[in-house]
């Protein structure tokens, strides 16, 4: 008798850690598989990196926009730097200032996403300044030809802030309209941000210099 029972206790012993086995493996396939919504951290590893991957494509919209905007930009820093010593209005002054702000720093990134996306960053002119002309104002608007440059950088006072203005805000118009098409056909999520921005700030400087010319 004294045999038996201890055959049952032995049996017994087996059967519950038998069990406890299929629990614990039942709980780490369950764990280790975040179909199952029990493996919280790891799919929330797998969305994050989906992000981040979601963020870092981009197409040729977006190659098309940056290898644009970089000389786009350039022209216009090159544009607001003649005002310091040419404009005679405080309000012009300040205009080209927080043009060459803002657009100074997107030059920058702009070029580190092109060198990054294995891209070739537009080379300035031989001059050293931004291209300008017929051949850079393809797929370009509101690029100044080099004789219109030619003009402002031989105006002053009252003469260049008119004519300053008039030809930013046909600048301005080329920018906003080649956010535009980035917004609408571009993927790269930074550059889609840039471009409302853009969209955001050369409106506001465009309503600006209208007031100015009394325009508006």
């Given at each position: ?71 786009h930009h350039r022209q216009a ?140």
């Amino acid at each position: 008798m004294i045999h038996k029972r201890s055959l049952v206790r032995r049996s017994a012993v087996v059967v519950a850690s038998g069990a406890a086995a299929l629990a614990l493996a039942a709980c780490g396939g369950d764990d280790g598989n975040p179909a199952t919504g029990h493996g919280g951290h790891t799919a929330g590893a797998s969305a994050t990196a989906s992000a981040s991957a979601s963020q870092g494509q981009h197409n040729a919209a977006d190659t098309a926009f940056a290898k644009g905007m970089i000389p786009h930009h350039r022209q216009a820093v090159e544009m607001a730097g003649l005002a310091p010593g040419r404009a005679q209005s405080a309000a012009v002054k300040k205009l080209a200032a927080d043009i060459e702000k803002a657009q100074a720093p997107e030059i920058r990134m702009l070029s580190g996403w092109l060198t990054s996306w294995g891209e070739q960053v537009p080379a300035e002119g031989a001059d050293g300044h931004s291209m300008h002309g017929a051949d850079a104002m393809e797929g370009m608007g509101g690029m100044m030809t080099g004789e219109e440059m030619t003009e402002l950088g031989n105006a002053s006072g009252r003469a260049f802030d008119t004519a300053f203005m008039e030809l930013m805000i046909k600048h301005h118009e080329g920018a906003v309209e080649m956010a535009r098409t980035e917004q609408a056909d571009g993927a790269y999520a930074p550059a889609k941000k840039m471009a409302g921005d853009i969209i955001a700030s050369q409106s506001a400087e465009i309503a600006r210099m209208r007031v100015l010319l009394g325009k508006d």
